[in-house]
């Protein structure tokens, strides 16, 4: 049961969560994407006011520790490790994530703090948080860890996009039925959801109780993203004729609407709207990047749309600042970090009207929202800020305001508040002997008590091994299928003339 319905002043931390072990399994670490920045912030908070907070997640290709260093003096426990990095299978189209290999809890466990933690936070469970969430619940009820979920990316909806006709939408339901059935369980005692797009469908797909969901928004920088980070320089070397700087930052892939974006801009040049389109983000899969980037097909030739690669810190900054209007084309976001950026930067937004980025924007006032399907509305939003810079201000100055009220020690300390209620939660059920051990049928009370005693931990045991048979049977079909599409973009990679073909082996694989 969640427990944020307690009235705390999130202007402060729960000093009680000082020394307390906290697990935290994320799917990606490092400067990776919104939910990997996301998480720094909250482990930086939690660590600088004294939680051992210990980091686990799969390798990626960036291999950077991000996060904020605990000092010696801090750390009492010998055995607890700041960071762990898991093998697993890189994903084709996003390099940067990879699918956990199937791994033991206990082992988890062990390489982390000795022995169990206090509390375990699962930042947008998948490959690992799945697996995670499957074992806590083979253990006796007083043996399981309390959890706690951040549910902040739409896996249902990137397989709906990413894999072919029918397995788009069988994956969809698959993940709609593991994630539900998952997030129920007594174990998990609270999911914080982003948006209203999340608490939908965590009510109406995953049927989730309405008590268990908590409200957790994303926060901006706003001494980093500035508008006075502006530089004039970079808008020249952009758009040296005083061109219009229409500007997106995401990870270049298919799924982030891309292909809407390439429409929309090529209808924006037909209307003769002097532009450059700047486009920040990278995929270390080459065949994913060139084909998003043969989208935009004759804009490329003419210079209008710029592929600046992967940036990160000051230099992302600057280059939100130094732009005039922020497209937002993906309608698979939970939240929409990006967009929170862009109006803190002093930048307006447009944005289709689907997922987090609904929840951010007050359209007409900080930015303009388009029905997610209407590409002419899209365009023509597009025009008017473009051509009437008196409103391209007015809206920044709006959003910038709106940004100013999302910091982030406010939501980190939301966050933090209500792990230090569960683990006190936890605590004092276990002293009251409000949790019992599960039993697995009336008939197991009739044993005595030594027979109990000797069954229970065999019992467990068996539990978690037929836990794990499911985990590797899945990883079994995902990693075949994962397979099968690093083949197909092998064979595009080294086939100079596959354009002949009458439809690339890459994207029949991925639909």
């Given at each position: 049961?969640?427990?944020?319905?307690?009235?705390?002043?999130?202007?402060?931390?729960?000093?009680?969560?000082?020394?307390?072990?906290?697990?935290?399994?994320?799917?990606?670490?490092?400067?990776?994407?919104?939910?990997?920045?996301?998480?720094?912030?909250?482990?930086?908070?939690?660590?600088?006011?004294?939680?051992?907070?210990?980091v686990v997640a799969p390798y990626n290709h960036t291999k950077i520790n991000t996060f904020n260093p605990i000092s010696s003096s801090s750390n009492a426990n010998s055995l607890y490790r700041e960071e762990i990095r898991l093998t697993g299978y890189p994903l084709p189209f996003n390099p940067?994530?990879?699918?956990?290999?199937?791994?033991?809890?206990?082992?988890?466990?062990?390489?982390?703090?000795?022995?169990?933690?206090?509390?375990?936070?699962?930042?947008?469970?998948?490959?690992?948080?799945?697996?995670?969430?499957?074992?806590?619940?083979?253990?006796?009820?007083?043996?399981?860890?309390?959890?706690?979920?951040?549910?902040?990316?739409?896996?249902?909806?990137?397989?709906?996009?990413?894999?072919?006709?029918?397995?788009?939408?069988?994956?969809?339901?698959?993940?709609?039925?593991?994630?539900?059935?998952?997030?129920?369980?007594?174990?998990?005692?609270?999911?914080?959801?982003?948006?209203?797009?999340v608490k939908t469908y965590l009510d109406k797909v995953a049927n989730v109780p309405t008590n268990k969901m908590e409200v957790l928004r994303r926060g901006v920088d706003t001494k980093g993203f500035d508008p006075a980070k502006k530089s004039l320089a970079l808008r020249e070397e952009w758009a040296p004729n005083g061109e219009l700087i229409l500007f997106t930052c995401s990870r270049i892939a298919g799924e982030k609407g891309f292909g809407f974006l390439a429409q929309a801009a090529k209808k924006l040049d037909e209307e003769g709207l002097d532009f450059k389109l700047v486009i920040v983000g990278g995929n270390?899969?080459?065949?994913?990047?060139?084909?998003?980037?043969?989208?935009?097909?004759?804009?490329?030739?003419?210079g209008k749309v710029i592929f600046v690669g992967f940036k990160v810190g000051e230099d992302l900054m600057t280059h939100y600042a130094s732009a005039d209007i922020f497209l937002h084309c993906s309608v698979t976001e939970t939240f929409g970090l990006v967009v929170l950026e862009a109006m803190a930067s002093g930048v307006p937004v447009i944005a289709r009207d689907e997922g987090g980025p609904s929840d951010i924007i007050e359209h007409g006032k900080t930015g303009f929202l388009v029905p997610p399907d209407d590409l002419d509305d899209f365009v023509r939003k597009t025009l008017l800020l473009g051509r009437d810079s008196r409103l391209r201000e007015q809206i920044a100055l709006a959003g910038r305001a709106f940004a100013c009220d999302a910091t982030w020690d406010r939501i980190s300390n939301k966050a933090a508040w209500q792990m230090f209620d569960t683990i006190e939660q936890f605590e004092q059920n276990k002293k009251s002997g409000a949790s019992t051990t599960q039993a697995p049928s009336v008939?197991?009370?009739?044993?005595s008590a030594p027979a109990r005693r000797f069954l229970l931990p065999k019992?467990?045991?068996?539990?978690?091994?037929?836990?794990?048979?499911?985990?590797?049977?899945?990883?079994?079909?995902?990693?075949?299928?994962?397979?099968?599409t690093d083949i197909g973009h092998m064979f595009k990679t080294h086939t100079p003339r596959v354009s002949t073909l009458k439809k690339p082996i890459s994207r029949w694989i991925r639909g």
């Open positions: 049961m969640a427990t944020a319905q307690k009235s705390h002043n999130f202007d402060s931390f729960p000093s009680g969560l000082a020394g307390k072990r906290i697990l935290l399994c994320t799917e990606s670490l490092g400067p990776v994407n919104g939910v990997s920045r996301t998480t720094k912030m909250l482990v930086d908070q939690l660590r600088s006011h004294g939680a051992l907070v210990s940067e994530l990879s699918v956990a290999y199937p791994v033991r809890l206990s082992e988890i466990y062990r390489r982390t703090f000795g022995g169990p933690p206090d509390l375990i936070y699962l930042a947008s469970p998948a490959s690992l948080g799945f697996q995670v969430m499957l074992q806590v619940r083979q253990h006796a009820k007083e043996l399981q860890v309390p959890v706690i979920c951040n549910f902040q990316t739409d896996l249902a909806g990137y397989c709906s996009v990413l894999f072919p006709w029918p397995l788009g939408g069988i994956a969809n339901r698959i993940f709609g039925f593991v994630q539900g059935n998952l997030f129920r369980d007594s174990s998990v005692k609270t999911i914080f959801y982003p948006s209203t797009f270390r899969n080459p065949v994913v990047f060139q084909e998003v980037k043969d989208m935009f097909g004759p804009l490329n030739e003419k008939g197991w009370l009739l044993l019992i467990i045991t068996a539990k978690i091994a037929f836990s794990l048979s499911i985990i590797f049977g899945f990883w079994g079909i995902v990693g075949s299928y994962l397979v099968l």
